[in-house]
């Protein structure tokens, strides 16, 4: 049988149009939200994806500030651009595009933005309150992972999710999200031995290793909800996940596809971590 198919661009776009709707209804009560986004130097992707951000924001309704610096900004005047964000009331988001030129430190950057504008969710305070569980804006995607796995019907709690990665971006947060759900997480890497036999008993596969098409249905166990995080670029232009989709289609229960996965999701959490943001600031 062939496995449901999680569309995450549909449900990035309902969960949109839910933020969209909620905006409007904020701004009859005065509140707008605010996300600025930082980008130094003139890397072309880091421009398209903040490009991406700015024409989102809009669609959402929301305030929008696009900082946009030379090359040859120092930290210190980095430093200097996220401390007048912090204060600033209309801003209740704050991102810093990644990477940043070689001469400053991302550290110092992302731990001087206030925690409860840190909407990419990335700063050591965001990581230790998502570790023990204390209200905090959560990186958005692996926030995006459970609404995915949310949307699609599926309750963690008591399954065996296995996550294959351990970057501080994806596989660590994720995994901490799936025990927060109550799911029994095992967590694989590049030094696990036997995963193929690890993997496959797992209720919930999460796979984010940068590595096309690594994981084939031999991981896969039959009815398994798959979450396939990577996004690969192939030689003939194409992309393609850490997941062989079309060999792992009729083992898997559900799987999402590369792209219009994960992807679309990462930027609807973004949105949906500076409401709640805005919101918290406002009391509601
Ligand atoms: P990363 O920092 O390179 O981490 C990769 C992880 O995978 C590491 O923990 C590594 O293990 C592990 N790994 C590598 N090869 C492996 C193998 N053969 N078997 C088992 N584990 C292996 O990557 P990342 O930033 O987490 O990103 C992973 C993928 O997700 C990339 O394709 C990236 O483009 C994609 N991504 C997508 C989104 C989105 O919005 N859709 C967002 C972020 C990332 P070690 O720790 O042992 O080295």
Do not use: W
Request: aromatic share 2%; charged share 25%; hydrophobic share 40%.
């Amino acid at each position: 049988m062939s496995a449901k198919v999680i569309e995450g661009k549909r449900i990035a776009q309902e969960i949109r149009e839910e933020i969209r709707q909620e905006t409007e209804r904020l701004k009859e009560r005065g509140i707008v939200p605010g996300l600025a986004v930082v980008l130094v130097g003139g890397d072309p992707a880091s421009a398209v994806y903040v490009g991406n951000k700015e024409k989102t924001c809009k669609e959402m309704g929301f305030h929008s500030e696009v900082h946009r610096l030379p090359e040859e900004t120092t930290q210190e005047q980095l430093l200097a651009v996220v401390a007048d964000l912090n204060r600033n009331d209309a801003v209740h988001g704050i991102l810093v595009q990644l990477p940043l030129p070689k001469h400053i430190a991302e550290k110092a950057v992302i731990d001087a933005i206030a925690v409860e504008k840190d909407v990419d969710g990335f700063s050591p305070q965001s990581t230790g309150n998502l570790v023990i569980g204390d209200e905090s804006l959560l990186p958005c995607t692996p926030a995006g992972i459970i609404e995915l796995i949310r949307r699609a019907g599926v309750d963690p709690a008591g399954k065996h999710a296995v996550v294959i990665g351990r970057s501080n971006i994806v596989g660590k947060p994720v995994a901490m999200l799936l025990l927060r759900e109550n799911a029994t997480v095992t967590i694989c890497h590049s030094r696990t031995e036997n995963m193929e036999a690890i993997a496959s008993q797992a209720d919930i596969l999460v796979v984010a290793i940068g590595k096309p098409k690594a994981i084939g249905r031999r991981y896969v166990k039959p009815g398994a909800i798959v979450i396939d995080v990577g996004v690969n670029r192939l030689e003939s232009g194409k992309l393609a996940g850490d997941v062989d989709y079309d060999e792992c289609l009729d083992v898997a229960g559900a799987i999402t596809p590369v792209p219009g996965g994960v992807g679309p999701m990462t930027i609807a959490m973004l949105m949906q971590n500076t409401l709640k943001a805005a919101k918290r600031k406002a009391g509601v």
